[in-house]
């Protein structure tokens, strides 16, 4: 279901109401806290923004035990072939990457008047402005970076972009996210509604959309990831085929100075097959291949091998 939230009296998808506790409860002050918290650290300076986050990075690898264990089993699946050494300091970064990134996705959301313009580069934007010229609406394939959020602004510079996001049972994180992207974008859909994914295709929209992560069995076929099967969902083809929309590639880097690059391919030639298999074999390949470019600043925190082919234990 479709979340359109722009007040606290928003409702939540109907089938997730009863988990969900009112934006003031007082179960929620602490996020309310965190939010204000959030809010000061977006008008500081860009470098005391990196400087924190990477001091944030550095205690929370020390004290997350569970999400360091998960870090160190995604690289130790992914990256075998690199001493123990390099993927410990590999996962040092992704820790501070990850934390630099929470907090600047947070300056479009609470500090949204904050002037970046100057702060992106665009690579090979003419072939998402030629895939959208085809009329019939364009999925966008992104990665869960550590740099989300933040490239919002550079996007909403295309003007016809919309996104999907993951239903948070945190009324206040809901509140968040959704007003924040909607500050940008004119859809904001919930990754389960697919009638409003397919209306916004039909009506030559571009779907900015992200199928890197483990939704379980249903619906998913098990694909290589860095060599891993992993349950990849097959929805990105479905779309695709349905509308026959053209479909291409996103990559965003933080560059050292905190300054941002999105990297756009050009579209995906015979994409979708007809194969759900095949086309969830290549697009993890395709993902890879992106993720490799820096993949310190890629989100290994997420268990994306949590399910596994049936007969085989937890990699957990």
């Not at 959301?109 to 030629?130: C, I, K, M, Q």
């Not at 602004?153 to 996104?163: N, Q």
Request: a positive charge.
């Amino acid at each position: 279901m479709i979340t359109f939230v722009t007040t606290s009296t928003t409702p939540a998808p109907t089938r997730r109401r009863k988990k969900i506790r009112h934006i003031y409860s007082p179960m929620v002050w602490p996020t309310w806290v965190l939010v204000g918290i959030a809010w000061l650290i977006t008008r500081l300076p860009w470098g005391a923004i990196r400087n924190l986050g990477e001091i944030t990075g550095k205690l929370l690898y020390r004290v997350a035990g569970s999400r360091r264990h998960v870090t160190d089993t995604n690289l130790q699946l992914c990256f075998p072939e690199l001493p123990e050494s390099e993927r410990r300091e590999m996962a040092k970064r992704v820790f501070q990457e990850v934390s630099i990134g929470a907090l600047e996705l947070m300056v479009p959301w609470l500090n949204p008047g904050r002037d970046l313009s100057d702060r992106f580069t665009f690579v090979g934007s003419e072939h998402l402005y030629e895939a959208q010229a085809q009329g019939r609406g364009v999925v966008l394939i992104g990665a869960h970076y550590a740099t989300m959020d933040v490239i919002s602004p550079a996007l909403a510079t295309f003007g016809f972009i919309d996104v999907m996001y993951r239903f948070n049972k945190n009324p206040v994180w809901e509140w968040l996210q959704v007003s924040g992207r909607k500050r940008f974008f004119d859809g904001v859909v919930e990754r389960e509604d697919t009638r409003q994914t397919l209306r916004r295709l039909k009506q030559g929209r571009v779907i900015w959309y992200a199928p890197d992560q483990d939704y379980g069995p249903k619906h998913s076929v098990f694909a290589p990831f860095f060599g891993v099967p992993a349950a990849t969902i097959i929805a990105t083809q479905r779309f695709a085929r349905l509308n026959q929309s053209p479909v291409l590639m996103i990559r965003q880097t933080r560059n050292p100075d905190m300054t941002w690059t999105l990297t756009f391919s050009p579209v995906l030639e015979d994409f979708p097959s007809g194969d759900d298999q095949a086309d969830a074999e290549r697009m993890n390949r395709l993902l890879e291949e992106q993720i490799r470019h820096h993949p310190e600043q890629y989100l290994w925190l997420h268990k994306r091998f949590k399910t596994r082919p049936e007969g085989e234990s937890s990699v957990y």
